[in-house]
Structure formats: C-alpha cells, structure tokens
C-alpha cells in the first residue's frame, strides 16, 4: 500500500514546495481559506497537530489579524474609532487574510516535518551529494548523543559533590566544567569513531548513497498532476485582481479564478484524495485476503 | 598457504623504552577461530591494529604481515578496508550514523558500491544476523548488546576474509556477549571466515577456539589448542586466561585430557571426593541499614512503563551487597534514584535512617553517599591525573595503589583498571559511608578484578557500606557478602552469596555451576580447589 507518507520523498518535497509557495506569495483571500482549511485537514489526518497545537493556531491567528488594524489605518470605510485612531474595514480585511496566510503556513510546514522523516530528508541530500547526506546523518545521531551524555556528566558530577555551595556562581562553574567534560569526552570518542569509519573504508574513494526508495509509476505521475495543479493556480492568482487599499477591488469569481481556485482546492487536499483511495483499494484488496 | 603470516613482527611506541610487541611470528590459517588472551598493556591491542593497515599508530615497525601472500601494507584502501574487518570495544563509539539501516550501509557505500548491491548485502546480513526488527530504528535508542552485533553486520556487508575483534564483549552483559560470541561462532562454522578476537571471556570463548594465544610484554607466550593449555600452563600465572573447569582440573593435579567446558567440568569433578572443612559459624547479627528502599515506583516518562516497581531492598551497614541482573533491566536507574538523582514518584528511599529529602543542600554527597557510574569518563574534569586527585590525598592513602607514575596522564589516557580506581579515589574523597558502584568490574581483566576486589574488601574493614550494581557474577562472587537478582523493576531474590550462588542454575558462576551437584560452597575457582582436595591454586 503506497499511502502518500510512502510516496518517494521528492513527491512530498515538491508538493509541499508548491503548497507553501501557493499560500505565501499570493494575498488571495479565495486561495488562502482553501489553503487554510486543507492545512488543517491534512494537519489533523496526518496527526501533525493536536489539540494543544490547536489552540495554539488560533490564538496566533487571533493576534496576527488583530495587529494590522491596530496599527495599519488605510481604507476607505471607517467602522469605528479606537483611541482616536480610526479602525477600517479594508485593514481588517487585510489583517485577516495575513493571519490566514501565516496560519495556513504553519499548518503546511507541521504536516511538511510530520511526513518528511530524517530518512527523507537524507535521501533528498543524498542525491546531490552523498557526502552532506552523511554530515547530516551523523550530525542527527550526534544531538541525541550529546544529550544523554550531558545528563550522564551532570548526574555523575552531583553524586559525587561537584556542587558544594547551592548558589549560584557555584552552579554556574559546574555548568561550564561539565561543558568541558562534555566537549572532552566528545573529542575523545570522536577518534574511535573516526577509526571506524576509516577502517570501513571511508575516503577510500567516491561515495555512493544508499536508501531503500524507489521511484515508482505513482511517484511519476503525480510530479506533473502536481506541477498542473500549481500552474492553473498561479495563473489563476494572476488573472484574479486583489487591491485591499485604499478601497477594496476584488475580482475573484472570473473563470480563470475560479479554475485556480479549484485547481488549489484539489492540490490542497492531494494527501488526502491519495490516501482515501488508497484505503478503499486497501478494502477491496481485503475481501480477497 | 597461510591466509595470515606475521613474520618477526614488532613495534615500538613513539618515547616508549621496551617495544610493545617483540618479535611475534605467526601463521593462521584460513577459517581458524583464535582466541588471544593477556594482561592489560601486553600488547593485545597493539598486535591486532597491526593487521588492519588503517588502524596502525604511530611507531616504528619491523617484520611484516602478509595475507595470502601479499603484504597488507601494500593493499589499496578499498581492498584493504573490505579484506579485513575490525570491531573495537566501545560498542556506542563505532556507530557512525543514526539509523540502523544507513549503519548497515555506510561501509559498502564507502566503497562505492552499486545500489542492488547494497540493497541485496542489507538484506542478507539484517536476516543473518536477526537485526530486521530493528532496521528502521534509530541507533541511539538500541541497548549496548544490539549495538555491538551491529557494529559487527556493518563490518559485515563488506564481506571480509579476516574478523579482529578487540575485546568486544568487554562492555556487554553475560547474556548479551554470549549471544555476540555465538553469532562469531556461527559466522565462523558457517561462512569459514577467519577469526581473531582478543577477549578476557574463557567460558564462552576457549571451549570454541582452535588456538590460544597467550601474550606476555609484547611476545607470545603460549600458542596451542586449548585442549593442550591445561597441563602446559598448569603451575603457570597464564592458567587464570583458562575456563573454571580446566583451573578446577589443574588445581585438583588432574591426569588425562582437561575438560574445557562446563559440562566436561562436571563429569571430571564428579570423579572426585568432597573434602569436610569446617566453616567459622556464622554469627548472626542485627545490623543498622544504609539504605533502605520500600514501595518504591519509578518512571521516567508520565505515559511510560514503570522502570521500578514495588521495588524493596535494604542494604545493612559495613556489607558488600551485590545486585545482579541484565543490562537495562533498571538496576542503574534504581541506584540513581537510591541516590538522590531521580525521584521516585511513590514509595520511601531513606539513608542511613534518614529521608532523602531530609539531606539538604547537597549534604547527601559531602560525607554520606558518594555514586561512581558506569562510564567513569564522565568523573574526569581535569587535564592530568595530579589535577584530578588534588585534594584527595586521605583517600589516595586508602587504596593499596600507587597513583604517583600517573599524575602526568591524562585521565582519559589510563587504562580502564587504572580509570576505575582513580574515579573510585574521587569517589572517596568526601569520605562517604555509603557507596554505591555501578559496574565496577566492567572492561576490567583477571588481575585487576582481583586488585579491586581487594580494595573492596579493604574499605569494608573501615567499616563503608557497599552497593555494587554489576552484571559480572564471577566479580560479585569474589567479594560480595550478599547478593541479589534484579528482575522486572523489583528485587527477586536477597540471599547470602553462597545460598544465592548455589541455588541459582542459570545466574551463577561457572565454577558453582561445576561443583553443584557435589558440594554447596565451590562458587568460585579456589574454593571448588579446596573442596575437593587440591593443594590450592
């Protein structure tokens, strides 16, 4: 079963060029209610983002469409006064849209880091330079490394009555002599693992960059449907007029808008059209099980 | 032709006086499984980086080392680095990348080869050796026995003629690294690859073995099959290298063939007499406790599985307790928490009669409870080993070893026995009355397992109370008065190291294991010689 989290990882890393670009460099408010609504389909069916992060969303998409006409006091239609500064409709308006563009952004971005594990990532670097593809591997294992071992020193230190005073220069130089142990014994082990490397045959000669993906039919076809999709929509984002200030002139419902606009409504839920497919052929593939 | 020749090999360290290795001629032929055993700094590392041209340091070199008539310093890095394969001690150091898989790649990768290739030599080896439940794994979350049989697939997929393995089992539990040795022995048996691998392990490795080599200063000091060891070694300091049932044989003055392993202990010991001798009856009495756990519950992660669960234990004032278990079954986690370092979330940890949160402002850890962990690299702040002890002079005074040759060191540069007691002479230095050691005996050879044992004992006598959290049974068997089993986040069983070693079939020295079907007290070598009738060894 190819969900689209199994998809080729270049599937993924294009999609989410073509989502994100969509939502950011276009000021549509027709587009970006779609964007925002399959961001957070896809966000939720993914499991990129619980509850928390939920609320979280909205109070950023609260703040960020409160600030613009808050400060920003262009347009036309004055709706009411806020000490003395005049509140619009067209700030508002904007303001809204800008939230739903970063909203929509971060959305995408959550499910981007969700589908596309370490493995992808190195599988994409890997194929323009194995080499950065193993930096980026090691520097991976490294963190969490360096993390268990920050926590060993520091236990270690205390047990053995590192931290005689309790205030606080006294904790600050503990801090930085486990630093030092920490750097220490890093460098110290580096040199085994260099050995290992060496002694499998590291710098022996050109590298070759192994991952277990392939490219498939699937992956194949869905690069232009995708590619498609992205051309219809800039088009129609170019076709369509949006001017918030000083006075709104909107023209979103021409036929090149509303083309676009379907186009990036099938994008946006792309994932999900895979996916539910996917599943009913998972369905059928059952009942001969 | 031998696939291995080593021809008046030698070698000096840069400022060394004596060579570390001197004159070492040897054959070994192809599929033969070697076993090289020696004191620490006789030049056992020393001579198998020699046979890995990658690996050699820095020194001046004489003789030379052909494989398969070739000589190896003249293979190209591709050829060398696929034709012999090397895995070192430290299991977590070795690991290069994060993920299982991409381990398993990286050597042939290295070498450039095709992808099917690479794809097809992961598959083969992640069934060979039963790593494919974890091949999406990351490898820093696989326990140090896993590590280590990966570190060997990864050398592996580059399919070698040759395997040196520098005491790999070193760091491992019992279970663990015999499970490792297993999978060496059928690497061996099966595929015919050649092995040398220098371990202090006798048990599992010299009833396997086709030759033992015995390294003494740099020269080898014995180079035969294993069967003949025994009575060629038999009044010599190098039978401590052989398995307890070949020590038991020479002890007792056997005839014949030696038995090497347990089983052939058994019938030999079984033709034996039991000697009566009389024990000093033990006195029992009613002695304050240390430390004292009840109820205790712990775990790391709110939605995470109990580490400790119910977990009972008391430690009485002036014992060596030793608590015995598997690797990762949660023993280091409960000394952390015996030690104030993490907090159980329910039940009571009291020292010295006293709640842990009684001990304010550090006060555990001036003068009452002193931890030494597992890795005592992490115990080291300093450049040399001068700066290290300084202030620590009393507790120098308490340990039968002489730290002065070292102060210049760096701490990092001693050898593991060395490390161990200068982390413990820190250790001491608050004058704790308590001490809990976590795998003190780890890495550590047959002399200075002894000499620790000793120091052990020693500061019994001063009257410190000792918690020793060790996978090494043959260790706790040496000096602990009471031991016990670590099992599912709680104590299974507390009883005094004889009952608890002859009662175990499975959890027991090799030694007890031999004897128990004769008599109750020959846990250890020199008590089974006593036993049954030797003059003492």
């Not at chain 1, 890093?186 to 710098?203: H, K, P, Q």
């Not at chain 2, 949660?330 to 928490?337: E, P």
């Not at chain 2, 002079?393 to 002489?402: C, G, Q, S, T, Y």
Request: hydrophobic letters at 45%; one cysteine or more.
């Amino acid at each position: 079963m190819r969900r689209f989290e199994d998809m080729n990882p270049l599937c993924a890393a294009f999609y989410y060029l073509c989502v994100l670009g969509l939502t950011m460099f276009g000021m549509n408010p027709l587009t970006l209610s779609l964007s925002l609504l399959s961001s957070i389909l896809s966000a939720v069916l993914f499991g990129a983002v619980k509850g928390r992060g939920h609320a979280f969303s909205l109070i950023l998409f609260l703040i960020a469409a409160l600030i613009n006409p808050l400060i920003v006091h262009n347009g036309m239609t004055v709706l009411f006064y806020f000490n003395d500064n005049p509140i619009t409709l067209e700030a508002v308006l904007y303001g809204l849209t800008a939230a739903g563009m970063i909203t929509a952004s971060l959305y995408w971005l959550r499910c981007l880091s969700k589908v596309m594990t370490s493995d992808k990532v190195l599988y994409i670097f890997g194929r323009f330079s194995p080499k950065l593809a193993l930096l980026l591997s090691m520097s991976l294992r490294f963190i969490e490394l360096l993390r268990v071992r920050w926590r060993k020193i520091q236990d270690t230190q205390k047990a053995l009555g590192l931290y005689r005073d309790g205030n606080l220069i006294d904790a600050l130089r503990g801090r930085a002599r486990v630093l030092s142990v920490l750097i220490g014994w890093t460098l110290e082990n580096g040199i085994v693992t260099a050995e290992s490397m060496e002694g499998r045959g590291y710098g022996s000669g050109r590298r070759t960059s192994y991952s277990a993906y392939r490219m498939h039919l699937s992956d194949w076809l869905f690069l232009p449907v995708c590619a498609g999709l992205t051309a219809v929509a800039v088009v129609g984002q170019v076709r369509s007029t949006v001017v918030f200030y000083p006075d709104m002139q909107m023209e979103l419902w021409n036929l090149w808008g509303i083309l676009g606009a379907a186009a990036f409504a099938v994008l946006g839920t792309l994932p999900l059209i895979i996916n539910a497919k996917e599943a009913l052929r998972w369905r059928g593939l059952l009942s001969k099980v | 032709m031998a696939r291995l020749t080593l021809e008046g090999l030698s070698f000096t360290y840069p400022d060394a006086k004596a060579p570390a290795l001197c004159d070492v001629d040897l054959q070994i032929e192809g599929g033969e499984f070697l076993t090289l055993m020696g004191a620490t700094g006789s030049g056992k590392s020393t001579l198998l980086r020699l046979l890995k041209p990658e690996l050699r340091q820095n020194g001046t070199l004489s003789g030379r080392v052909l494989l398969d008539g070739k000589d190896i310093g003249g293979l190209t890095a591709r050829e060398s680095a696929s034709a012999v394969g090397f895995v070192a001690q430290n299991p977590e150091e070795q690991i290069v990348t994060d993920k299982v898989w991409h381990e398993l790649a990286f050597t042939l990768e290295s070498l450039g080869a095709r992808r099917e290739l690479i794809a097809r030599r992961i598959a083969e080896i992640a069934a060979f050796f039963d790593i494919e439940p974890w091949l999406d794994r990351e490898t820093a979350t696989l326990s140090g026995g896993q590590k280590q049989l990966l570190n060997l697939a990864a050398v592996m997929t580059a399919d070698p003629e040759v395997l040196i393995l520098d005491e790999p089992t070193a760091q491992l539990d019992p279970i663990a690294a015999s499970r490792f040795i297993d999978t060496l022995h059928r690497l061996n048996r099966e595929t015919g690859l050649t092995v040398i691998i220098s371990e202090h392990r006798a048990e599992e490795l010299i009833p396997i073995s086709d030759r033992l080599l015995i390294l003494e200063e740099g020269r080898l000091a014995f180079c035969d099959t294993p069967k003949k060891a025994a009575s060629a070694l038999k009044d010599t300091a190098y039978l401590r290298f052989l398995t307890a049932s070949a020590r038991i044989f020479a002890g007792t003055d056997g005839a014949g063939e030696a038995p090497l392993s347990v089983r052939e202990g058994q019938a030999y010991v079984n033709g034996l007499t039991v000697k009566e001798i009389q024990t000093a009856e033990k006195t029992a009495e009613q002695k304050a406790s240390a430390l004292s756990l009840k109820n205790v519950y712990f775990r790391y992660e709110r939605r995470g599985a109990d580490v400790l669960s119910d977990l009972d234990l008391e430690v009485k004032e002036g014992e060596i307790f030793a608590l015995l278990g598997r690797n990762g079954a949660g023993k280091s986690t409960m000394a952390a928490v015996a030690a104030g370092l993490r907090r159980a979330y329910s039940g009571s940890v009291r020292v010295f009669s006293k709640r842990l949160k009684d001990y304010t402002n550090g006060s555990l850890y001036q003068g009452v409870l002193s931890l030494l962990p597992q890795d005592t690299e992490n115990v080291f702040l300093r450049e040399t080993v001068r700066e290290e002890l300084c202030g620590c002079e009393k507790a120098e005074e308490r340990l039968p070893f002489d730290f002065k040759p070292l102060y210049d060191r760096h701490p990092f540069d001693l050898s593991g026995g060395e490390r161990q007691l200068a982390a413990l002479c820190k250790a001491l230095s608050t004058n704790p009355r308590l001490l809990i050691l976590d795998e003190p005996s780890k890495g550590l050879d047959g002399n200075m397992k002894a000499l620790l044992c000793g120091v052990l004992k020693g500061l019994k006598r001063e009257g410190v109370t000792i918690l020793m959290i060790s996978h090494d049974v043959e260790f706790a068997a040496l000096c602990a008065d009471r031991c016990a089993l670590f099992s599912q986040g709680r104590i299974a069983a507390a009883d005094e190291t004889e009952t608890f070693l002859f009662e175990n079939r499975f959890y027991t020295t090799a030694a007890s294991r031999i004897t128990r079907q004769k008599t109750r007290g020959g846990y250890t070598v020199e008590r089974a010689v006593k036993l049954l009738g030797g003059a003492g060894c």
